[in-house]
């Protein structure tokens, strides 16, 4: 199932997403018009970068901190994104 039957299935009214989902989120609008739902609104952000400045994040290729990191951990991955990488 993808993410425009999901945006049914849970009768959305919101939905947020990466600029890389936006084919999807406004699919999502035009399925739940199909099933007399009112269309969800839809909120696109640009993708974040992961730590490293290239990969998109959450990825799972080890390129984002979690919140759950040990302190330690998480100061040197969040210390090694590269000076370039917009905050």
Request: with cysteine.
């Amino acid at each position: 199932m993808n993410s425009s039957n999901d945006t049914v299935a849970v009768q959305s009214d919101i939905e947020l997403g990466g600029t890389d989902s936006e084919f999807n989120l406004l699919m999502g609008r035009e399925i739940q018009r199909d099933y007399q739902q009112e269309p969800q609104v839809v909120m696109m952000m640009p993708l974040l970068e992961g730590l490293d400045g290239v990969k998109k994040c959450p990825s799972p290729m080890g390129t984002l901190s979690l919140l759950n990191d040990p302190p330690k951990e998480m100061f040197g991955k969040i210390m090694s994104v590269p000076d370039r990488v917009d905050a």
